[in-house]
């Protein structure tokens, strides 16, 4: 018989509506058992698409004995994390803290205060790996739970602790932003560059998107060409269907974690996107060529793949089918002969690195572009390429989860509007045409159905019903969103619209996020459920820190000026910087995001206007405002720090302006 997970719309949490665990959603049912019973809360916390998360259902959650032990001694909660955000973010400390390390599955044992006293991410049943078994566990904390009180008690009150202490944002300096320390932080990131195959460090491998994104405006061009071209070519981008998955085993890109997410594929349209746009014309051809391939690929995988038809994008796919973990995506000799011709299969399995050993499981190969086989675009290639992406249609396919979360879409709505510009600089009109066309609906998609009144947002929306209370990130990657897509749109009503947007939801992020007694903003809202902790951080995670792309936001609205509001958002940012920029210099790496926000108020955005003025939006400092009705509304100008430039004749004179104001870029 179906759990009470039956009930819900997540399709995580529908994953394990059959489990013999006595699963609960988070809730007031749960919460009150708990106290009532004086039980502690086994807490599960996962995502449709962790392959981990997988693994710890088969091997505990639905083996009767496993499932006996948890449904007699524990109140048994389980939630999609990639619902609620604000209880990962608390609860992942506690593995940090344990283990040194989080992820997914994310396994916590509460007090019925919420408290946490143990925890850990996978378990496997029986100790192996170096790891404690999860019956072990189980039988061991059951015991101390009821036994030792005051050992438990202590547990969990060191761990409250920590954990509000971890996420404490005081600030440690008085360094205020300027050049000579960003330039310092950038130094302080680039020794840490791996430079032999790009990214940071060694295996695994993750994008890192905030922190090159960061490199790139500060002027680090080596280091992220050679991380986008090293990503290209390798396994870590579906090199058949288009998309990144999550990340690499390895150091070299090859053998990727093969989930994909969309706020990965968001990040990293819009980061090679910015490349092309910024500084194409001197990028190396074959660069340039691999990378606009990337974005065209990436937009139409998003397109085919994981777009809602109503507009906006679903937000992951599974890393496992029924025949095993990366089983869509790879390759032995064998299939290839029986499916091409002996040229094709000798240009593919040259480009692609196959080979009768493979560097995957069961003598598999991962696609990946090597030096010494024929380029995309040749004919051979072209040929195997259409066959063996039909074939693989015809696969098993990783299950989609279709929950539509408003802050991934803000994410994706910056990375389509970027693709369209850098579409459009490579005279790909019709391929630019889809990308604003797909991010014009996505943008539509969240101001109807996910917003709220007095401009509210919902979290997420699931079986076309909206649900939860939206997050400090659903706030900031929207306002982002809009104002990415108001850079590319020609049309003046599109612009202000999308600048409107983007200031109602930084109006609802001041109004109901911000700290009133230190600096910053909470990552849930002034009317949110109560918990053990009200989080607030300034570091990048999976995704860029919503508090980091909010401020980036008021530095944009400063210089765009909507209802007069320009000068209030500038004292905000600025008061907000100098009291979060010396963290940022502690911990740069992990604070990519907020960087740009301090780069960006030190070089200043630029505001053009006018008709045709989004061919002049070739920077990330360049936002696109719509000119004001009556007799100067067909003038183009460009505006810093609250100067306009007398008008240009045409769209080229102010495209060289912006350029000359960039310094060149």
């Known amino acids: 018989m179906p759990n009470r997970l039956a009930r819900e719309t997540s399709p995580y949490l529908l994953q394990h509506k059959d489990n013999p665990v006595d699963?609960?959603?988070?809730?007031?049912?749960?919460?009150?058992?708990?106290?009532?019973?004086?039980?502690?809360?086994?807490?599960?916390?996962?995502?449709?698409?962790?392959?981990?998360?997988?693994?710890?259902?088969?091997?505990?959650?639905?083996?009767?004995?496993?499932?006996?032990m948890m449904n007699e001694h524990f109140v048994c909660i389980?939630?999609?994390?990639?619902?609620?955000?604000?209880?990962?973010?608390?609860?992942?400390?506690?593995?940090?803290?344990l283990t040194r390390s989080g992820g997914w599955p994310l396994t916590v044992f509460l007090t019925p205060e919420l408290k946490p006293f143990f925890g850990g991410t996978y378990f496997p049943p029986d100790d192996r790996y170096g790891r404690a078994g999860f019956r072990r566990v189980l039988e061991a904390l059951s015991t101390a739970y009821q036994g030792d009180t005051e050992g438990v008690t202590e547990n969990a009150r060191r761990l409250t602790e920590f954990i509000q202490a971890?996420?404490?944002?005081?600030?440690?300096?008085?360094?205020?932003?300027?050049?000579?320390?960003?330039?310092?932080?950038?130094?302080?990131?680039?020794?840490?560059?791996?430079?032999?195959f790009g990214g940071l460090g060694w295996a695994p491998k993750f994008p890192n998107a905030p922190i090159f994104t960061f490199l790139w405006r500060s002027g680090k061009r080596d280091a992220v060409e050679l991380l986008l071209e090293r990503m290209a070519c390798g396994g870590i981008y579906d090199q058949l269907g288009g998309g990144f998955h999550r990340y690499s085993v390895d150091e070299t890109w090859s053998v990727p974690h093969f989930e994909k997410m969309l706020y990965d594929n968001a990040l990293l349209l819009k980061l090679y996107a910015e490349v092309l746009v910024s500084r194409g014309e001197s990028l190396a051809s074959e660069r340039r060529e691999l990378f606009m391939r990337v974005v065209g690929e990436t937009v139409d995988y998003a397109l085919r793949?994981?777009?809602?038809?109503?507009?906006?994008?679903?937000?992951?796919?599974?890393a496992d089918t029924a025949e095993g973990e990366g089983s869509f995506f790879v390759w032995t000799p064998l299939?290839?002969?029986?499916?091409?011709?002996?040229?094709?299969?000798?240009a593919f399995s040259r480009a692609y690195g196959v080979t009768e050993t493979g560097n995957f499981e069961r003598g598999a190969t991962v696609l990946h572009l090597t030096e010494r086989g024929p380029r995309p675009g040749d004919p051979k290639l072209e040929s195997a390429r259409a066959k063996l992406l039909q074939t693989r249609s015809a696969r098993p396919a990783p299950e989609t989860d279709r929950k539509l979360l408003a802050g991934w879409n803000g994410l994706m709505l910056s990375g389509l509007s970027w693709a369209a510009l850098a579409l459009r600089e490579a005279g790909r009109d019709e391929d630019a045409r889809r990308a604003l066309v797909a991010a014009r609906e996505t943008l539509g998609l969240l101001q109807t159905r996910f917003s709220r009144e007095g401009n509210r947002l919902w979290a997420s929306l699931q079986e076309g019903q909206p649900k939860l209370n939206a997050y400090l990130d659903d706030y900031a990657f929207c306002a982002m969103g809009a104002l990415d897509f108001a850079r590319v749109t020609d049309d003046a009503a599109e612009i202000a619209r999308g600048v409107e947007s983007a200031a109602g939801w930084l109006e609802v992020l001041l109004s109901r996020f911000k700290d009133p007694d230190g600096p910053g903003y909470f990552f849930t809202s002034d009317d949110h459920e109560a918990l053990i902790h009200r989080s607030k951080s300034i570091h990048d995670q999976a995704i860029p820190s919503g508090m980091a792309v909010a401020l980036e936001c008021l530095c944009a609205l400063g210089e765009l000026d909507p209802k007069g509001q320009g000068g209030r958002y500038r004292e905000e940012l600025r008061a907000q910087l100098d009291a979060l920029f010396p963290l940022a210099l502690q911990a740069p790496q992990a604070c990519g995001e907020l960087l740009s926000a301090a780069?960006?108020?030190?070089?200043?955005?630029?505001?053009?206007?006018?008709?045709?003025?989004s061919a002049a939006c070739v920077h990330a400092r360049v936002f696109q405002r719509a000119p004001e009705a009556g007799?100067?509304?067909?003038?183009?100008?460009v505006c810093h720090e609250q100067s306009c430039s007398l008008p240009f004749d045409d769209v080229a004179q102010l495209r060289e302006e912006v350029r000359r104001r960039l310094g060149g870029r």
């Open 599 to 613: 780069l960006l108020d030190v070089q200043g955005p630029l505001v053009v206007e006018g008709p045709g003025a």
């Open 305 to 318: 793949e994981v777009r809602d038809p109503e507009g906006g994008f679903y937000s992951a796919q599974d």
């Open 166 to 196: 971890v996420e404490g944002v005081a600030s440690p300096g008085r360094e205020r932003p300027g050049r000579e320390a960003l330039a310092r932080a950038a130094e302080g990131i680039l020794a840490h560059v791996d430079w032999s």
């Open 23 to 68: 699963w609960y959603p988070w809730g007031e049912e749960a919460l009150a058992r708990a106290k009532a019973e004086n039980k502690p809360i086994l807490l599960s916390i996962g995502y449709s698409a962790c392959h981990w998360c997988h693994v710890m259902e088969r091997e505990s959650f639905e083996n009767p004995v496993v499932a006996a």
């Open 631 to 637: 007799a100067g509304a067909n003038r183009l100008r």
């Open 78 to 97: 389980k939630v999609d994390r990639e619902e609620r955000p604000d209880l990962d973010r608390i609860y992942q400390n506690v593995a940090q803290a």
């Open 335 to 346: 299939e290839l002969r029986e499916r091409l011709e002996p040229e094709e299969y000798e």
